[in-house]
């Protein structure tokens, strides 16, 4: 009985090496297993981008041209390949084969347990039956053991004859991976190794271009601002939340801050999610209070104005620290430059596409909005410039690639009044109508990673979406 077993488990062991290296080897008999997946961003302006080019903005230059913002479909290298088909249904093939394999191995592992409870018993009754030839008297208390030990040995048969059933199972499965093997290198054949690679090399090109034209597409001229979303309400009339602009797509963590003057205590949620449910979150204690609503958070590290001065700090949540504090050169503080709705505002982070700013008034500006590019690491500031709009008349303001935008009420009503060009330091006055729908607005940044503003309106914790308005120009123009 042990020799059957053996051969039987020696044929499924050789069936499971066949199979481990089909699907491991698969890819690299056609020269599959180098591509790689583009490293472009998807751009999410549409519910489904995948179903190809869209117009999502358009306008018409002086000269007549048209000028139009497009989002590209999601790429999927030689999807239709019509070989690249017939190689996704061998490899369902082998899959399928696996499964098989899968069950066979199961189904012969609780059978052989059962086997070799089988042989011990036939080995008993063996030793039995010896017993009784040997002692030709037998009573009936033995006859009774023997046909016990014979009922015992019933299942076994059930057992071998899905044995029969397995073994013609498995000669099947050898056939086909014998066929599919056959197949596989006929499509190795026709696809030929250099072409492919060849191929592949202008897919990674054209993939390059295409990552490269989508960073050109992450900035534009702001034309619009949806309605508000209402994540949650929560906390006191005034405050702040933000998630980190720099970190991973899959870091959703968020960062509320309650209060507009002496607060220390920062809550870090572990997701969007658990911040609506208020849930799952840890605290920080930060060294100094706070002043204002205009904090950041910034690749791992909050950016905030210490309270009662014009000092801002850098503190860093992991190690629990101050990374670096400097004083902000002749900025006003504590109310003497704030926005029109007051709450110490005289000095407001924040973050775009370009980095890290500060936005504040000095005496010599006149109480002029002042914008300054900072050096994240070291606090310095890098250039400044003075962009003429009283910060007192200002209800708040956020940087989107480059450009200031100021609302001219902190109150219902507000509109997106003026904007301030950095990389050509020139102005302009917009009207682009803004929902404040609860009123008060303490708090308003834009994240550039999400593409979309925070909001701290009375109480209320909003997003908005925001509509960009880009210029794609050819090298034919």
Not at 50 to 79: F, H, L, M, N, R
Not at 377 to 400: C, H, N, Q, V
Not at 440 to 447: P, Q
Request: with cysteine.
């Amino acid at each position: 009985m042990t020799v059957p077993l053996l051969k039987i488990g020696a044929v499924l062991s050789t069936m499971a090496m066949v199979t481990n290296w089909m699907s491991q080897t698969l890819p690299s008999l056609v020269g599959l297993n180098g591509t790689r997946a583009g490293t472009s961003e998807k751009i999410t302006l549409f519910p489904s981008p995948e179903d190809g080019w869209q117009i999502y903005t358009s306008a018409q230059a002086p000269d007549g041209k048209c000028i139009c913002t497009v989002v590209a479909p999601a790429q999927t290298t030689c999807s239709r390949d019509p070989r690249s088909r017939q190689l996704r249904q061998l490899m369902e093939k082998v899959q399928n084969i696996s499964q098989s394999m899968e069950v066979l191995d199961l189904r012969t592992f609780r059978d052989l347990q059962y086997l070799r409870n089988t042989e011990s018993l036939m080995k008993v009754l063996d030793t039995k039956l010896r017993a009784t030839d040997s002692q030709r008297n037998v009573n009936a208390k033995s006859f009774q053991e023997l046909k016990d030990k014979m009922k015992q040995l019933l299942p076994l048969i059930p057992v071998l004859d899905q044995y029969k059933s397995d073994t013609k199972m498995i000669v099947q499965l050898k056939e086909e991976v014998r066929n599919l093997s056959n197949v596989l290198l006929l499509i190795q054949e026709e696809m030929g190794a250099y072409d492919y690679e060849e191929l592949q090399q202008r897919v990674m090109f054209l993939e390059a271009r295409l990552h490269a034209c989508m960073q050109k597409l992450g900035c534009g001229k702001l034309t619009g601002v949806s309605n508000p979303i209402t994540v949650r309400a929560s906390g006191s009339r005034f405050g702040s939340w933000m998630t980190d602009t720099m970190a991973p797509s899959a870091d959703n963590r968020v960062w509320y801050m309650d209060g507009y003057y002496k607060g220390r205590r920062v809550l870090e949620y572990r997701s969007l999610n658990d911040f609506i449910k208020g849930q799952n979150f840890v605290q920080h204690l930060l060294p100094h209070p706070w002043a204002g609503t205009g904090h950041v958070v910034y690749n791992g590290s909050l950016y905030y104005n210490k309270y009662q001065s014009n000092i801002v700090v850098k503190y860093h949540f992991r190690s629990r620290s101050v990374s670096v504090q400097r004083s902000l050169n002749n900025a006003g503080y504590n109310n003497t430059f704030p926005y029109s709705w007051g709450g110490f505002s005289d000095i407001d982070f924040m973050v775009d596409e370009n980095g890290l700013w500060a936005v504040y008034t000095t005496n010599q500006n006149a109480g002029n909005i002042v914008v300054s590019k900072m050096d994240p690491l070291t606090l310095e500031i890098l250039k400044t410039w003075d962009t003429g709009y009283p910060k007192r008349s200002a209800g708040e303001s956020f940087m989107i690639c480059g450009t200031l935008y100021v609302t001219n009420s902190h109150l219902a009503g507000a509109k997106i009044y003026f904007a301030y060009y950095t990389n050509s330091s020139t102005y302009e006055y917009t009207d682009i109508p803004f929902h404040n729908q609860y009123s008060h607005i303490s708090m308003l940044d834009y994240n550039p990673r999400e593409r979309v503003l925070y909001t701290w309106n009375n109480g209320h914790q909003v997003l908005y979406n925001v509509t960009l308005f880009h210029v794609i120009k050819t090298n034919g123009e």
